[in-house]
């Protein structure tokens, strides 16, 4: 009886070491408070698209979207155009207001006219309907001649202020 | 004695640190982080294409040096990079000081740093000048097209021409 009891008294419960874990959790904490930011951003990349790195701190404006990658264009998430080995399918650069992407951006166009109609019409506590320009999202291989078709097309509907979009160095 | 072995017995005791809420803490924590935090840092440059101005385009003659705006145009081509300037208040002699061709380096890269400097001795002598005309090959690939922008609208911390007109070879 004496033994048992002895036995009993002797059993004592292991101790979880959380010693590692808690160097692990601190290490983690100090790296995320680092890259803590208070206005994260809202865009979805595209996988398909690799961004050249710039020396640029100017911050983006929330507008009209364009995306360009190797394989196909969208403007704001939609695919209006395909990529064939570095050209648009279905683009003649000699008539770009046949292409799609001239349609659509004329339409964000019409859509902004009427806007600052309204504006003007209720005189909106003085403030200025910001001006249109695009936001580009373009691959760092893509040659220059595709991207050129595209932004003369732009220019062409009335959108020659592009914000080239990188990642900072 | 007894009292000085007490004495040690007690000064070994180990203290233990309940490290329960610390943890709790830090499982609370860090999922607020990783939801707020930004791993890609993304920025913007600014740029445009050129457009037909409906605007006359100012008379710069009899203007003092300092007054004076150039306008840089960097062709990027396919082995080099060449400067020239415009202006209508500059004679083409004068015009010609500032025009360079750089080659490609044994790399095969271009030589930005050069440009740079270029061009900072040509907004040295015209502070006013801001614009940079930016012409590339069409085989240009845009990661390149992005670096010139960068040597013509910085030096280092000096600001160069802030603003950077990307068009395309006329003829």
Redesign the interface.
């Known amino acids: 009886m004496q033994q048992l009891v002895q036995k009993k008294a002797a059993f004592v419960p292991p101790r979880l070491q959380i010693t590692a874990m808690m160097d692990m959790f601190t290490i983690i904490v100090f790296f995320l408070l680092f890259s803590f930011s208070d206005n994260p951003d809202e865009i979805k990349l595209d996988n398909a698209i690799s961004l050249p790195q710039s020396t640029a701190q100017l911050d983006y404006d929330d507008t009209i979207k364009l995306f360009l990658s190797k394989t196909e264009l969208k403007l704001n998430e939609k695919t209006i155009a395909v990529l064939k080995g570095d050209k648009i399918v279905d683009f003649d650069s000699k008539n770009p207001k046949d292409s799609q992407l001239y349609k659509y951006l004329q339409q964000y166009k019409q859509a902004r006219e009427i806007e600052i109609k309204h504006h003007d019409e209720n005189g909106d506590d003085g403030k200025a309907v910001p001006d249109l320009h695009i936001l580009f999202f373009c691959d760092r291989d893509l040659p220059f001649l595709t991207i050129n078709n595209i932004v003369k097309t732009a220019a062409i509907a009335g959108f020659p202020n592009f914000q080239f979009l990188v990642l900072e160095t | 004695m007894i009292l000085g072995g007490n004495r040690r017995r007690s000064a070994d005791l180990d203290v233990d640190i309940d490290?329960v809420p610390?943890?709790n803490m830090?499982l609370v924590?860090?999922p607020f982080?990783?939801i707020?935090?930004?791993?890609?840092?993304?920025?913007?440059?600014?740029?445009?294409?050129?457009?037909i101005a409906s605007t006359a385009s100012v008379n710069q003659k009899e203007i003092k040096k300092p007054e004076i705006k150039l306008t840089a145009v960097v062709e990027i081509e396919l082995q080099s990079i060449k400067l020239t300037v415009i202006s209508e208040a500059l004679s083409e002699d004068k015009l010609k000081f500032f025009e360079k061709k750089l080659m490609k380096d044994s790399q095969g890269k271009y030589p930005l740093l050069d440009l740079s400097a270029a061009l900072q001795r040509l907004k040295a002598d015209y502070p006013k000048s801001d614009t940079v005309i930016l012409i590339?090959?069409?085989?240009?690939?845009?990661?390149t097209?992005?670096?010139a922008?960068?040597a013509a609208?910085?030096l280092g911390n000096k600001p160069l021409f802030k603003h950077v007109v990307?068009s395309?070879k006329v003829g």
């Open positions: 490290m610390v943890m830090f924590l860090i982080l990783l707020s935090s930004s791993f890609l840092h993304l920025k913007a440059i600014n740029t445009s294409v050129p457009v590339p090959n069409q085989k240009t690939k845009y990661n097209i992005v670096h922008m960068d609208r910085n990307l395309g």
